[in-house]
């Protein structure tokens, strides 16, 4: 879209807006909705340009002439024509409420024309936002303590662990010790009856060779 950023004195606009504000359209919306505002000064498609101002920080928004291309001020926010060139503000929210002001450059010869149009904005989505954020840190606050609990835990788990593993290594060296004492006892006994056999014997042949 073509863009042209517009500079104008619009002490003049506000002057002649003061002296219709008792007569504008007000429009009542809720926070997040799509709106258009009609210009109810256009009667006829019989003029020289259209220009959408918000009265309340002395801005100006949108402008055309005849049919070219759209014009916008410095305005803050999105803003486009839509059906016979109402004011289309997408997604309002409640710093859009205010007073805006449309303004009809007539041809020559006639008379130009304005209309005021009040908007109000409902403030829901601010509580919905503040409630938002609150759940929000107090799943957050919630999730960071399970995670804690669950750290803890496992912590506590890993120490048991290792605890226990330590006690099945100990009793696995009192058993092995014990086995090899077992087994050396057994070895000696059977080393001691040979050497008491091997001795049993030895005797028997001297006890023959002595008789012989």
Not at 34 to 52: E, F, G, N, V
Not at 99 to 125: F, H, K, M, P, W
Not at 146 to 165: K, Q
Request: charged letters at 20%.
């Amino acid at each position: 879209m073509h863009k042209r950023c517009l500079h104008v004195d619009l002490g003049w606009v506000f002057m002649m807006a003061s002296l219709v504000l008792s007569e504008g359209l007000i429009i009542q919306v809720d926070c997040n909705e799509d709106i258009s505002m009609k210009c109810d000064a256009i009667q006829d498609k019989s003029y020289r340009s259209i220009t959408w101002y918000k009265l309340n920080n002395r801005t100006g928004i949108i402008r055309r002439s005849d049919d070219e291309k759209p014009q916008f001020y410095e305005y803050p926010r999105l803003a486009r024509f839509g059906v016979m060139d109402s004011l289309v503000l997408p997604r309002v929210r409640p710093e859009d409420a205010g007073t805006y002001l449309c303004l009809i450059r007539a041809n020559i010869g006639q008379t130009n024309r304005e209309s005021i149009v009040t908007l109000n904005v409902s403030t829901d989505c601010v509580i919905q936002t503040t409630v938002a954020v609150t759940a929000w840190q107090n799943v957050t606050h919630s999730t960071l303590q399970r995670t804690m609990h669950v750290v803890e835990v496992s912590v506590i788990w890993t120490l048991c662990g290792f605890l226990i593993l330590g006690l099945v290594k100990i009793a696995l060296c009192h058993i092995s010790m014990e086995v090899v004492r077992k087994i050396k006892r057994r070895h000696s006994r059977r080393k001691q009856q040979q050497c008491h056999q091997v001795s049993t014997q030895w005797n028997t042949y001297g006890r023959f060779w002595s008789g012989a």
